[in-house]
């Protein structure tokens, strides 16, 4: 165990949208330290939501961010030899990391040709409520709420 938290790291602003939750999603989407290349997917799945949708692209990452992020999840306790699922609230970073890491793997699942088509196309639909991250926050969710009985087992 830790004897006292780490501290926090300033990360930079990203720099065509100044802003550091995107600097967060670039580095979640990085592979093997190449910070370059998920810029330049990031950057170019973001022009593809432009060309698309006609809207603003940072408002539309936002969004689908927003519609991915789960509120609740569901965590197994051992009490009295039998396994509960006890739904438990998520503090604020790991709901916005968990958003972020389904994002980036349902976009990765996703068919198309580059991971900057994927990644658009998946951003594009969890904004408008429907592709397979927004899905999982739905099941969370769902999931938590069957299991609401055992909510009196929360540490």
Known sequence: MRKRRPKV???APDPRFGDQLVTKFINNLM???????SM??????MDIIADKTGENPH???QKALSNATPQVEVRSRRIGGATFQIPTEI???RKTSIGMKWLIRFSRERNGKGIADKLANELISASKGEGASVKRKEDTHRMAEANRAFAHFRT
């Not at 592979?31 to 290349?37: C, F, S």
């Open 9 to 11: 790291r300033v990360i």
């Open 31 to 37: 592979l093997a330290g190449k910070k370059n290349v």
């Open 40 to 45: 330049n997917v990031f950057y170019s799945a």
């Open 59 to 61: 408002e539309v990452w």
């Open 91 to 93: 503090p604020g970073k």
